[in-house]
């Protein structure tokens, strides 16, 4: 199973962006959809978290500007990310876990999202 995220970029300060992350295969036993940030030197750091039955979670520097949803049907994961500043540059990158037989978990490649003026 390969994550494909897309929707990274350039933008100014204030702007906007949506990422995507879709699977290039069905994901039998389909759990916490996530995205995650990392910044050369520093640790790979949870932005949000989207849970199989419902609720979502946030780290609190991006909570109120930063939005996670998730189409089960699609097996797609999206994180709308408004009010955009300079220190949310990073490369993110898409996380799903899945529960079949085992715990499996995948990632993205990552997409870099650039905030400058």
């Known amino acids: 199973v390969q994550l494909m995220e897309s929707g990274g970029g350039l933008v100014q300060p204030g702007g906007s962006l949506r990422l995507s992350c879709t699977a290039s295969?069905?994901?039998?036993?389909?759990?916490?959809m996530a995205w995650y940030r990392q910044v050369p030197g520093k640790q790979r750091e949870l932005v949000a978290r989207a849970f199989a039955a419902s609720g979502e979670s946030y780290t609190a520097s991006v909570r109120g500007r930063f939005f996670i949803t998730r189409d089960n049907a699609l097996q797609a994961v999206y994180l709308q990310m408004t009010n955009l500043k300079p220190e949310d540059t990073a490369v993110y990158y898409c996380n799903v876990d899945a529960v079949h037989y085992s715990r499996e978990e995948y990632w993205g490649q990552g997409t870099q999202v650039t905030v400058a003026s």
């Open positions: 295969e069905y994901i039998y036993g389909l759990d916490t």
